[in-house]
């Protein structure tokens, strides 16, 4: 992984974002009766040619940010700006031909291809979308992108049942390369994978960013997956960001307690280092993002929560360099993780 790009200029910003969406009652005259708080004042940007990783539990609301910076989903506050434009209020028409520079790897590779389109037909339709002629024309520069993502050119009249798992997440991925987007979201691509196939996907990915120079948002659960492409990590919990930091940081120095519990359950391939390490179980379920506990939303599983955590909401707070954490008492005295956790690979 190279360094990480300069954050002069942001592809993406994302400022104080919610997405909310009503919970109605019952009957013939149904009511909003509360709110699910999915997104709850989210801040992030992503540099061109960087990769912010986005992880949590499932329900945290990842991948719902994923979608709503892309505006596939309408935000309920906040703003974003993608390439410097305010894309918040835009309408759908308007979006068109803004969604050259944004695009999106889906998660289940079955269900994000039309089974009654070719695969020419569905790598070639943003060109459709539009209107851009590329040069050669549509077929040519389709039977490029196959053969760059790992597919055979001469399967261009093919229908997507008749590829594998892996190779639909190809056809996927080269439909999102297709108008060269400065940035495209990754809503867990790899996730419904074989493990064999995920480091075949994820190397292609690395690829097509030295190549093309795009931005990656790449929202994932599995937090050995994140490492190896990630160049900055942000961590979710409940709707908001607890904890944002360069990759190497982070996986070293994990400051907020919901990290240091997400990193203690990544297994490691030494036997005598995991049966040795130390393993933090966290009490309670997730709470429900319809009635989110007041104060800091970790508080009612935390291990260090002081009565402070239940009334006063932490800010997100830079204690090391580019190291943020919204926490009233970050991990700064615990010792850092074991460098066998930091080898932990795919």
Known sequence: MTDTPAMDESVLRVTDLRTHFPVRSRGVFPKTIGQVKAVDGVSLSVAPGETLGLVGESGCGKSTTGRTVLRLIAPTSGTIELDGTDITNMSAKQLVPLRRKAQMIFQDPYNALNPRHTVGTIIGAPY???????????????????????????HYNRYASEFSGGQRQRIGIARAVAL???????????????????????????????????????????????????HRVAVMYLGHIVELAPRDSLYSKPLHPYTRALLSAVPLPDPRAQANREQIRLSGDLPSPINPPSGCVFHTRCFRAEDRCKQEVPELRELLPGHTVACHFPMLDVQAVPSSLESSKI
Not at 130 to 153: I, T
Not at 207 to 216: C, I, M, R
């Open 128 to 154: 459709e979308v539009q209107s851009v002629s590329p040069p050669g024309g549509v077929r040519s520069a389709v039977q490029e992108l196959m053969e760059r993502v790992g597919l055979n050119p001469e």
């Open 180 to 230: 060269r987007p400065k940035i495209i979201v990754c809503d867990e691509p790899v996730s419904a994978l074989d493990v064999s196939i995920q480091a075949q996907i994820m190397n292609l990915l690395k690829d097509l960013q030295e190549d093309f120079g795009v931005a990656y948002l790449f929202v994932a659960h599995d937090l050995s997956v994140v490492r190896q492409i990630s």
